[in-house]
């Protein structure tokens, strides 16, 4: 088992387009990861990431360099257009949302 993610790499490590999967954990088997297609910013740590399991909520994660860490809100429908959102590689995530992401969707 695996993560399902769409893929097709861009420039910036980032997929779009086709689908794919990429192994990770069996713990998060359905998760998606998504960024921001219009997001231009040099660091990870600015931009805001998505997360999904099947169909569950979507919920956003920033970084809040106050508490140095990374926070997660759930998503209403209403709130965001998933439309402007592209699937994000699990490896081009920072290794502190990856453990945060682990936290939030362990079994």
Do not use: I
């Not at 695996?2 to 990770?24: I, K, M, N, Q």
């Not at 860490?69 to 290794?95: T, Y």
Request: aromatic share 12%; proline share 4%; glycine share 6%.
């Amino acid at each position: 088992m695996g993560v399902s993610l769409v893929s097709c790499p861009d420039a910036d490590g980032f997929h779009r387009g086709c689908t794919g999967h990429e192994d990770v954990s069996n713990s998060m088997t359905g998760l998606r990861l998504f960024k921001d297609l219009k997001a231009t910013v040099a660091s990870p740590a600015d931009l805001n990431f998505y997360s999904r399991r099947s169909a569950g909520p979507y919920y956003r994660w920033r970084y809040e360099k106050v508490r140095s860490r990374w926070q997660w809100s759930r998503m209403r429908a209403l709130e965001f257009d998933d439309r402007e959102l592209v699937a994000a590689r699990w490896k081009a995530l920072p290794a502190e949302l990856k453990l945060s992401l682990n936290e939030h969707y362990l079994e």
